[in-house]
Every structure is written in C-alpha cells, then in structure tokens.
C-alpha cells in the first residue's frame, strides 16, 4: 500500500513535532531519548517513502 505523498509527508511532520516534544517531556533522559529517536527514525522513513514515491511518479 503506498501513501499518498501529502499524507506521508504530514505524518513525518507530526512525527517531527512529537520528537522535539519528547525532549522537553517530564521523563528520565534515557526514555526521552528512547522517545526521541523512535519518532525521528519513524519521520526519516515517510520522509524517505514519500520522496521515492514522487520520483516513481
């Protein structure tokens, strides 16, 4: 299944804000960059998808 690239590209956005909100949450540092990283690696990957799909296209 392929996400349209606009949906795949906010989503990546969203994903962006909740890493950078993890940073300032009220947990150790180790789950806030735990927190952090997952949210990042999950941004890189539809940044990632949407950009394969648009030279596909």
Do not use: C, W
Not at 1 to 16: E, G, K, N, V
Not at 31 to 42: C, E, F, Q, S, W
Request: aromatic share 4%.
């Amino acid at each position: 299944m392929t996400i349209p690239t606009r949906i795949a590209t906010a989503r990546a956005s969203a994903h962006r804000a909740m890493a950078r909100a993890a940073l300032f949450s009220d947990s150790s540092a180790a789950v806030r960059l735990k927190r952090y990283n997952h949210h990042m690696t999950k941004a890189r990957t539809l940044e990632a998808a949407a950009g394969a799909q648009e030279v596909a296209q």
